[in-house]
C-alpha cells in the first residue's frame, strides 16, 4: 500500500532530498539528473517518471507513492528506510498540526478559495488564494515584484525555504510570458499564515 503524497512526512522527505540534491527538480531534466545522482550514490535504479510523480510534476500524477520509492529515497538522504524516517521526525516533533498552520503549508491539503499570508525579507509580504491544481491568485502585495492579479502555480510554501513559484502569468504582462519567481531565494519565506474567514474579508 502506498503513502499519500500530500502527507507532511513524504514533504518533509523530499526538503532532505532537494537539501542532497543541491536544488529542487522543476523540469524533466532535473528529475533525470537527480535518478541518476540516486542512481550514482545507491547502484539501485529509479525513474525519473517515478520521480515526477512524487513531485507532482507529471501530468499522470499519482495519489500515492509507493513504500519503495520511499525506502530509496530515504537511503539516499542517508535514513536507513522510510519506517525510521518516520519515527525520527516523530521523536523530533516536528510533525504537528502546528507545523502545518505556522512552518508549512502543503497545496495538495488546500480547497480552492482558501488564501495563506507569506512574507519573506527584506520586507516583502502578501496574501494569495489558491484557485486548485496547484495554481494561485496575488490578492495583495508589497514591496514585491509579484503584483495583485499575478497567478502561478506552487506546490508548498515552508518556513525557511524559498518559495517557488512556477508559470507566473503577471497580469500588468501583455505578452501573457510565463516566468518563474522565487520567493525568499536566500533565506527562505519567513512568515506563512493559512487565512480564517475573516482575514480573508480583510485581505480583500
Given at each position: 500500500?502506498?503513502?499519500?503524497?500530500?502527507?507532511?512526512?513524504?514533504?518533509m522527505?523530499?526538503?532532505?532530498?532537494?537539501?542532497?540534491?543541491?536544488?529542487?527538480?522543476?523540469?524533466?531534466?532535473?528529475?533525470?539528473?537527480?535518478?541518476?545522482?540516486?542512481?550514482?550514490?545507491?547502484?539501485?535504479h529509479?525513474?525519473?517518471?517515478?520521480?515526477?510523480?512524487?513531485?507532482?510534476?507529471?501530468?499522470r500524477?499519482?495519489?500515492?507513492?509507493?513504500?519503495?520509492?520511499?525506502?530509496?529515497?530515504?537511503?539516499?538522504?542517508?535514513?536507513?528506510?522510510?519506517?525510521?524516517?518516520?519515527?525520527?521526525?516523530?521523536?523530533?516533533?516536528?510533525?504537528?498540526?502546528?507545523?502545518?498552520?505556522?512552518?508549512?503549508?502543503?497545496?495538495?491539503?488546500?480547497?480552492?478559495?482558501e488564501?495563506?499570508?507569506?512574507?519573506?525579507?527584506?520586507?516583502?509580504?502578501?496574501?494569495?488564494?489558491?484557485?486548485?491544481?496547484?495554481?494561485?491568485?496575488?490578492?495583495?502585495?508589497?514591496?514585491?515584484?509579484?503584483?495583485?492579479?499575478?497567478?502561478?502555480?506552487?506546490?508548498?510554501?515552508?518556513?525557511?525555504?524559498p518559495?517557488?513559484?512556477?508559470?507566473?502569468?503577471?497580469a500588468?504582462?501583455?505578452?501573457?510570458?510565463?516566468?518563474?519567481?522565487?520567493?525568499?531565494?536566500?533565506?527562505?519565506?519567513?512568515?506563512?499564515?493559512?487565512?480564517?474567514?475573516?482575514?480573508?474579508?480583510?485581505?480583500?
Amino acid at each position: 500500500m502506498g503513502i499519500e503524497t500530500g502527507s507532511p512526512k513524504i514533504q518533509m522527505l523530499l526538503l532532505e532530498v532537494v537539501n542532497k540534491f543541491g536544488s529542487r527538480p522543476g523540469v524533466p531534466a532535473d528529475f533525470i539528473a537527480l535518478a541518476d545522482s540516486i542512481r550514482s550514490s545507491l547502484r539501485q535504479h529509479i525513474s525519473p517518471s517515478t520521480l515526477e510523480r512524487v513531485w507532482n510534476y507529471s501530468t499522470r500524477n499519482a495519489a500515492t507513492v509507493s513504500v519503495h520509492t520511499l525506502n530509496l529515497l530515504c537511503e539516499y538522504v542517508g535514513k536507513k528506510n522510510w519506517s525510521i524516517f518516520c519515527s525520527s521526525l516523530n521523536e523530533s516533533g516536528l510533525i504537528d498540526s502546528d507545523m502545518v498552520e505556522d512552518k508549512a503549508v502543503f497545496c495538495k491539503s488546500l480547497s480552492e478559495g482558501e488564501r495563506l499570508q507569506i512574507g519573506w525579507l527584506p520586507d516583502r509580504k502578501g496574501v494569495v488564494e489558491y484557485l486548485g491544481d496547484y495554481k494561485f491568485k496575488a490578492i495583495s502585495c508589497e514591496n514585491s515584484t509579484l503584483k495583485p492579479g499575478d497567478t502561478f502555480k506552487c506546490i508548498e510554501f515552508i518556513k525557511g525555504q524559498p518559495a517557488v513559484m512556477d508559470e507566473l502569468l503577471q497580469a500588468s504582462d501583455s505578452s501573457k510570458t510565463p516566468k518563474r519567481y522565487i520567493a525568499g531565494k536566500q533565506h527562505g519565506l519567513s512568515y506563512i499564515k493559512k487565512l480564517g474567514k475573516e482575514e480573508c474579508r480583510v485581505s480583500k
